[in-house]
C-alpha cells in the first residue's frame, strides 16, 4: 500500500530554538493527518491533527503544517524544552479511521542543553 | 495513565511458547487495535476491531491470534514466535469513525 514517511530520522536543536519536523505521504486521498508523540517507554500520544481542507492548525506551542499540492506535512514546536524530547510519528487515514492509522517511520527528536 | 492498560510491560517467551498479550481500555471506545512496532520501522497495523468484530487483518501470520472478548478487552494469542517477532506490541482504542486513536504503553516482547 501507499505510505507515510519522514524525511530525517533524527533531528538535534538546542533548548528554546524552533524545531520543525517534516513528513511526506503518498496517498492523495488521505485526508486526515496527525502528528503523535512518543516517548521513552510509553506508547504514541496524540499532539495536533489537521484535515485536508485546512493548510494549518496550531495548538500550544505546536503548528502542524499542510501541503497537499507537494504531499508534505510538518510540525513546528516553538521554544523546544528538554520534555520535548522524543519520537514524533506521522500518521494519515482515508477510511474515516475505522481501518486504522498509517505511520511514518519517525523523528528521533533531541534538546541540546 | 492512558486509560488504556498493557499487561504484561515484558515478556520473553521461547519459540515454543504459547503466551497471550492483554489489553483494556477504561474510555468507553468500541473500536481496538492491535500494532507492531519494531526498530527503525513505522508501526504496523495488525488488527482491527469495531463493535467486537474483527474488520482487518493486515497480512499477520497466523501465529499470531487476536481475541476480542467484548469492547473493553483485546487479546493477542501467541504462538511458536520466531525471534524477528520480537517487538513492541501496541494497543489502542477509539471510537468506531474517529480518529482520536489513545495508545497504551506496549508490551515490549522477545522472542529467544
Known amino acids: 500500500g501507499e505510505s507515510v514517511g519522514l524525511h530525517l530520522p533524527t533531528l538535534s536543536v538546542q533548548e528554546g530554538d524552533n524545531s520543525i519536523i517534516n513528513c511526506a505521504y503518498s496517498?492523495?486521498?488521505?485526508?486526515?493527518f496527525i502528528w503523535y508523540k512518543q516517548e521513552s517507554g510509553k506508547g504514541p500520544q496524540f499532539i495536533i491533527d489537521i484535515r485536508s481542507n485546512m493548510d494549518k492548525r496550531q495548538g500550544q506551542r505546536v503548528t502542524v503544517l499542510l501541503n497537499k499540492t507537494v504531499k508534505h506535512l510538518s510540525l513546528q514546536i516553538a521554544a523546544t524544552q528538554p520534555g520535548d524530547s522524543a519520537v514524533y510519528f506521522c500518521a494519515e487515514t482515508s477510511g474515516g479511521g475505522a481501518d486504522g492509522l498509517t505511520f511514518g517511520k519517525g523523528t528521533h527528536l533531541i534538546i541540546q542543553p | 495513565e492512558t486509560g488504556v492498560t498493557q499487561t504484561p510491560r515484558h515478556l520473553v517467551m521461547g519459540m515454543t511458547n504459547k503466551k497471550s498479550l492483554k489489553c483494556e481500555q477504561h474510555?468507553?471506545?468500541?473500536?481496538m487495535y492491535w500494532y507492531k512496532q519494531s526498530a527503525k520501522k513505522p508501526l504496523e497495523l495488525m488488527f482491527v476491531y469495531n463493535f467486537k468484530e474483527q474488520t482487518e487483518n493486515n497480512s499477520v501470520p497466523s501465529r499470531f491470534s487476536p481475541e476480542c472478548p467484548n469492547s473493553s478487552h483485546l487479546f493477542l494469542h501467541l504462538h511458536t514466535l520466531q525471534p524477528e517477532d520480537s517487538a513492541l506490541y501496541l494497543c489502542a482504542s477509539s471510537q468506531v469513525q474517529s480518529y482520536g486513536y489513545t495508545f497504551g504503553s506496549g508490551t515490549r516482547l522477545t522472542v529467544v
Open positions: 496517498n492523495s486521498a488521505s485526508d486526515y
Open positions: 474510555l468507553g471506545h468500541n473500536a
